[in-house]
């Protein structure tokens, strides 16, 4: 796979899958449905998101019969995909290349959700970048959501990473969970290692990560870390 989706992140490296890639996104307040729909996922309803697209992206540009086909391909791949996967999508009639990168996988209260950033390019033209939390609804369907995640502020992600950092610092053994607050946005979060091992030459963990706000929305997921020349990333 080639030209991995890349976006400006606003934390810094430990948590960086926790990140909002804010890099060549378009986001306001208003929906506009038609510019929404050729990226609503399978299906897309008024309130699904609150993105607006430019009349002259390649977004806008794909036909009516790509966009379904698209729309199948972003189900697949959230199916059956793992979390920082790259999977690319050609048009068959514009010849717009769309990639499909599951970033973080996620659960708020019982609900499936996965962070996924998508790159559009073609021939010359800049490529354009998009992040949407895509969950399950009721009929376990994917569509777009405005997500917990993407509340958390900067501050909320330096306690974050600072909280992941000495659990993932810890002795091997360590199991006992760390906790952080930030009484500015009332998020708060647990850190619990959950397995050591060495992998490659490298020390890994296992660890859940819980995160709550102040109206009793909850996140959590499960995540592997690797020791490597440049720190602990994400596996």
Not at 28 to 37: E, F, G, H
Not at 47 to 62: G, P
Not at 122 to 148: A, G, M, Q, T
Request: with cysteine; glycine share 6%.
């Amino acid at each position: 796979m080639t030209n991995p989706v890349k976006a400006r992140q606003v934390c810094k490296p430990a948590v960086k899958a926790l990140c909002l890639p804010l890099q060549k996104m378009l986001l306001s307040i208003t929906l506009v449905p038609l510019m929404i729909a050729p990226l609503a996922i399978v299906p897309l309803t008024a309130q699904a998101a609150n993105l607006r697209f430019l009349d002259e992206s390649l977004l806008a540009k794909l036909g009516a019969e790509e966009i379904v086909a698209l729309k199948q391909e972003i189900g697949v791949v959230l199916d059956k995909t793992p979390d920082l996967e790259i999977i690319n999508w050609l048009s068959p009639n514009t010849g717009i290349q769309v990639q499909i990168k599951p970033k973080l996988s996620f659960k708020e209260g019982k609900t499936e959700c996965r962070r996924t950033l998508f790159r559009l390019s073609k021939d010359s033209s800049k490529p354009e970048f998009y992040r949407f939390d895509i969950c399950r609804d009721v009929d376990n369907k994917w569509k777009v959501k405005h997500s917990l995640v993407s509340d958390l502020s900067e501050q909320d992600l330096t306690l974050l990473e600072g909280t992941l950092n000495e659990v993932l610092g810890s002795e091997k053994d360590n199991k006992l969970p760390a906790s952080w607050f930030n009484p500015e946005s009332k998020n708060a979060g647990i850190v619990v290692p959950t397995a050591y091992f060495i992998e490659a030459g490298n020390p890994c963990r296992d660890v859940s990560i819980s995160i709550s706000n102040s109206t009793g929305g909850t996140m959590d997921g499960s995540y592997t870390f690797c020791k490597k020349t440049k720190g602990w990333e994400r596996q």
